[in-house]
């Protein structure tokens, strides 16, 4: 259920993602359907993992194929939602692992995706790579150790990128592991500002957001070879 509370500050707490949701503001209620929900090349069921509800996101098979034949990684494989966000915070549970459907390289990639933009397709993202996390048994070595959250900016700033012209920037390490469990992946977004924390651990701060104040739909990241889980999704809006 999505309950909109107004409370100085006006938030979206999805309790559960269920087949239908009721949004209710001060001044106006609507029903909200999964199913008007936008795929981007990814497929999205409502399932049941340990105990909670959860939202299960993996890419498409044939977007899967795409990639294993040379498409690459870094393409716009993502689930949007209706509800708009500029600033304020964005928090949601995360759990991620490899589905066995791609090479060596899958990481467990799932994130958050923000300020989309309906006109040419462009957003901002903070994902995790789930076997890059500390908390692994054995843990992963450097570098990869260091590189567990990343931001990118849609289409022209993925990672590759980031990594060449500011190494360490836009990455960092972060206390997460793939597999059985759930992470809570929250951003603070403040016009160019955004920090990210992972279970109230501050992981990722930086003052150039490539899209800051724009106001656009929301949603989750998904990248090669991960099945990832999300559930209780919490949006915060600042009023202006």
């Not at 359907?33 to 069921?45: E, F, I």
């Not at 397709?121 to 450097?142: D, F, H, I, K, W």
Request: net charge neutral; charged share 25%; hydrophobic share 40%.
């Amino acid at each position: 259920m999505i309950r909109i509370l107004s409370v100085g500050l006006t938030a979206v707490a999805v309790a559960g993602l269920l087949s239908s949701c009721t949004t209710i503001t001060s001044d106006e209620a609507m029903l909200v359907d999964l199913k008007s929900h936008s795929l981007y090349d990814v497929q999205a069921k409502l399932d049941k993992r340990s105990g909670s509800d959860v939202l299960e996101v993996e890419l498409t098979d044939e977007e899967q194929a795409r990639q294993m034949a040379g498409a690459g990684g870094n393409r716009p494989t993502y689930l949007l939602f209706p509800e708009a966000f500029d600033n304020g915070s964005i928090e949601v549970y995360i759990g991620a692992e490899l589905n066995g459907k791609s090479g060596p390289d899958a990481r467990g990639f799932a994130g958050i995706l923000f300020h989309h933009s309906a006109v040419d397709g462009s957003y901002e993202a903070v994902y995790l790579r789930m076997t890059n996390g500390t908390l692994n048994e054995p843990p992963p070595q450097p570098p990869r150790s260091e590189r567990a959250i990343q931001y990118i900016a849609h289409p022209d700033f993925h990672f590759p990128v980031s990594r060449q012209k500011f190494p360490g920037k836009y990455e960092k390490a972060a206390p997460v592991k793939v597999g059985a469990g759930r992470h809570l992946l929250r951003l603070d977004v403040d016009g160019s500002n955004l920090t990210a924390f992972v279970d109230g651990k501050l992981v990722l701060s930086l003052d150039d957001l490539r899209f800051a104040n724009r106001k656009g739909k929301m949603g989750f990241w998904i990248g090669d070879g991960t099945r990832a889980y999300f559930s209780d999704l919490k949006i915060t809006r600042r009023k202006k």
